[in-house]
């Protein structure tokens, strides 16, 4: 079961910390990311983190504005976005996989949240 949480409303140039917890023996061992669907379009892929952290992936329009990280202890992954703009207005999905892909190339993943909305005005 994954549970989002930190979506809120910020105006532009602000931050927001989204924080996904993942409950799961296994959780440790898989392979965890951020997706978002903007209004009125499809869902696209933000950024994915491997199990040892030591494997990240952000997409080309978020690079330099946000950063995944993990707390491997509690299974909980975090998505901190500075400098927000209108643009990242969508919401938001923590996804996680037990393989690579299609999660590490941000192409999708077998496990999913329910979303937490972020708002950029």
């Known amino acids: 079961q994954l549970v989002e949480s930190g979506g809120g409303s910020v105006q532009a140039g602000g931050s927001l910390r989204l924080s996904c917890a993942f409950s799961?023996?296994?959780?440790?061992?898989?392979?965890m990311g951020w997706f978002r669907r903007p209004p009125s379009k499809a869902r696209e892929g933000v950024t994915a983190?491997?199990?040892?952290?030591?494997?990240?992936r952000y997409a080309d329009s978020v690079k330099g504005r946000f950063t995944i990280s993990r707390d491997k202890a509690q299974s909980i992954v975090y998505l901190q976005m500075d400098s927000l703009k209108p643009d990242d207005t969508a919401m938001y999905f923590c996804?996680?996989?037990?393989?690579?892909?299609?999660?590490?190339?941000?192409?999708?993943?077998?496990?999913w949240g329910q979303g937490t909305q972020v708002t950029v005005s």
């Open positions: 996804a996680a996989d037990p393989l690579a892909e299609p999660l590490a190339s941000l192409g999708g993943a077998n496990y």
């Open positions: 983190i491997s199990p040892s952290g030591g494997t990240i």
């Open positions: 799961g023996h296994s959780s440790r061992t898989y392979w």
